[in-house]
């Protein structure tokens, strides 16, 4: 009985030592797809209040900044949480990878927004400024999915090559209408 009892202390603290690293990755897998929610409703402004910007770029720049520096930011902190996160499991692989998806598909409607209305961008001297935006997003965006691919289980790749691939091609072609 002695021996259980002095290992009793032991086994305990072991248990709590595993015990908390899950804890600790599904409270940041839920901040990681709580991060994805923020960034798609930072597309979902940017997209909404372009037509404002075009319009009337001197009234609708800072909204548009605003808009635009929130999800670079955004992006950044996705991607440290993601490598906060190490290695999801199969169930937040799956999820995390969706939520990526849907935020690529919806910068990608936006980027192709973004680059019909270039000329007139062009036309209010807006062009420098998005493509500063545009830059930075682009390589927020390239260390986000690499963050994930390093993240989610096998299974997911595939998901997040294709998000990542035509978002990509969107980026290179609305930097290249910019430039």
Do not use: C, W
């Not at 086994?11 to 994805?36: C, H, M, Q, Y």
């Not at 936006?110 to 930075?136: P, W």
């Amino acid at each position: 009985m002695q021996i259980f009892t002095s290992l009793f202390p032991l086994l305990l603290s072991s248990t709590l030592v595993f015990s908390t690293p899950i804890a600790k990755r599904v409270e940041n897998t839920a901040k990681v797809l709580g991060d994805f929610s923020i960034i798609t409703r930072n597309v979902q402004h940017l997209s909404g209040n372009l037509a404002s910007f075009v319009k009337s770029p001197s009234i609708g720049i800072k909204t548009f900044s605003t808009h635009f520096s929130n999800l670079n930011d955004h992006l950044a902190v996705t991607t440290s949480d993601t490598v906060a996160v190490g290695s999801f499991n199969t169930t937040d692989s799956q999820s995390v990878a969706n939520a990526a998806a849907t935020f690529a598909q919806d910068a990608l409607t936006f980027l192709i927004a973004l680059m019909s209305d270039e000329n007139a961008m062009a036309a209010a001297g807006q062009k420098s400024l998005v493509l500063g935006y545009l830059n930075t997003a682009n390589v927020a965006t390239l260390n986000l999915f690499t963050a994930l691919e390093n993240s989610v289980d096998e299974d997911e790749l595939d998901t997040l090559s294709v998000a990542q691939e035509e978002l990509q091609a969107a980026f290179t072609d609305s930097i290249s209408a910019y430039s």
